[in-house]
Each structure stands twice: as C-alpha cells, then as structure tokens.
C-alpha cells in the first residue's frame, strides 16, 4: 500500500476533525448616526469586546443623518444579506431613547438584530424572514447603570454581546407580537396596484423604494418591460432596464439597484429633480 497516500488520507481527516472543532468567531455589525468625533461608537466596542472578547466588529456606518430612521433601515437591509449566518447587527438611530419605546431583539432566518423598536430593523429583517420578536427586559444582560440617553451602549452593546457568548434571544425578555412595523418594511396592494415607499435617495439622485424584484415579477413586471408609475396625482410609464443605458441619455427608467430594490433613474441624470419626489413620499406601481 502506499503509505504517502495514507499519510495524505489521514492529513486530510485530521483537518475535517479539527475544523469541526474550531468553534465559528461571533460577528457583530454596528450601525449608528453617531458619527466618529465623539467617543460613542468606542463605548459601545468596548461594551461588546470587554464581555464577548473573541468578537469581531465590523462597522456598516456611523454616518446615518441624525434621527433619520428610514435612511438607516435602509443602509441596514442593503448591507446585511451579505453577512455570515448567525450575525448580529446592532442599530441605533433612536430618536425616541429614554421614552417607553423598547428594545428589542429580532431572529430571522439568518441572523439577528438588536435595537430599539422604533420600525429601523424591520425592513432587513423582513428580508431574511423574521422568526420571533423578543423584548428585552431581563436586566441582568444590561449594564448594571441605564442611562437614559445612552441605550446603545447601556442595552444594546451587551445584549448583542451576550448573544454572541451563546445566549437564546427567548432569555433576554419575552416575545411580543406588537412591535412597530413601519410602511417601508414592506409594499403592499391596494387596488390591484403595489403600494410603495421612497426609502433613499442616494448621491447620484436614485429614487430607492421599498418594493423588490420578487414583487415586481408577482405582478408580471420583469425587465424590459414597461410598466405604470403614480405618483403626487401624476401617472407615467417607465421602462424596467438591466443597466441605466437602457434608455437614451436624460431619459427616466427603472432599474433593480445593487440593494435589491427598485430605483427610479435617469440616464446620466437625476431622478429626484424630475420626479420631484422625497424620502417617506408613496409610489404606485401598476401593469
């Protein structure tokens, strides 16, 4: 027999024993609209790394417009999907802190998201299919100081770092199904026509809106394909394209953006100056 393929079967089978072995390094993303001058974003690592020290940080942005809660849900959902199973994604854009708002723990299908329940977790989580809801109200797995300004690092922080230590989201508080959903979560239809929610307007002037390609197609809309726009009192047929030169130079389309959701466009252009529409505004999508 040959004893350097042996010697190579048994290297290979040690390998697979040892990587079954190596327990997976916890992720814990972090977004805020604290921006970086102040010491905010380090309280909240040093929270997460003093309890959960192997944790690895990845900072999706501190840069959401201050209380600016659709602009970070979204930022959330377009990062998120790109994340490892099991994830934890902390977000505090908490205009409402201190108030009976609560914190609140969401499970999907694929990770999880801890925040306050103010409707910035529910358009990701509504991406990934939510499972379960959790309050959190067990104190034991807070800071044994709450501030009254400061959730993100007094709650939220050790929360995900706990979860990230192995602890069920069902120990932390219990499940509530009366949590805030927002309208930009999700689209939905009202006289057989899709009812949707500018979520973003980006640097370029792209109209994002809260409505997918999976909804789009359960309506019979794929690309190439024009299909009616309303809007403010106004109705117009846009086109939906695979690139943004589907149409002439100044021309309006529509187009599936790299988040996954529809964008209203221009071809070198911006949509928000033509459209004259703003983040919150409803759209109407239509055959």
């Known amino acids: 027999m040959d004893h350097t393929l042996i010697r190579h079967s048994c290297l290979s089978v040690n390998l697979v024993q040892n990587a079954r072995r190596v327990k997976a390094v916890p992720i814990i993303t972090l977004l805020s609209d604290f921006g970086l001058q102040d010491p905010y974003v380090a309280e909240m690592k040093a929270v997460i790394l003093s309890i959960c020290p192997e944790t690895r940080l990845v900072d999706i942005s501190h840069e959401i417009e201050k209380f600016n809660i659709h602009m970070g849900a979204f930022i959330l959902a377009s990062a998120t999907p790109y994340f490892p199973a099991s994830t934890i994604h ?8 201190g108030t009976k708002r609560r914190p609140i723990i969401v499970e999907t299908k694929c990770s999880f998201y801890v925040g306050p329940d103010n409707g910035i977790l529910m358009l990701a989580a509504h991406k990934e299919g939510m499972r379960h809801v959790y309050h959190v109200k067990n104190s ?25 230590n192995g602890h069920a989201p069902s120990d932390f508080g219990p499940e509530i199904h009366d949590y805030a959903l927002p309208e930009s979560a999700k689209p939905c239809m009202k006289r ?5 929610e500018i979520l973003h307007i980006d640097g370029f ?8 390609r999976e909804d789009l197609e359960k309506m019979g809309i794929r690309e190439d394909l024009d299909f009616v726009v309303q809007f403010n009192g106004k109705t117009m047929s846009l086109r939906l394209c695979s690139a943004y030169g589907g ?11 790299s988040g996954g959701f529809l964008e209203f466009s221009v071809n070198q252009g911006s949509a928000s100056q033509i459209f004259s529409l703003k983040i919150g505004d409803h759209v109407f999508v239509s055959r």
């Open 140 to 164: 034991q797995y807070m800071l044994s100081q709450v501030s009254r300004t400061f959730h993100g690092r007094d709650i939220f922080a050790p929360v995900a770092a706990h979860l990230a």
């Open 192 to 196: 057989a026509k899709l009812s949707g």
């Open 90 to 97: 902390v977000a505090v854009v908490d205009p409402g802190v």
């Open 205 to 212: 002037g792209n109209l994002v809106i809260n409505i997918s």
């Open 247 to 257: 149409v002439p130079r100044k021309s309006p389309l529509a187009i599936i953006g």
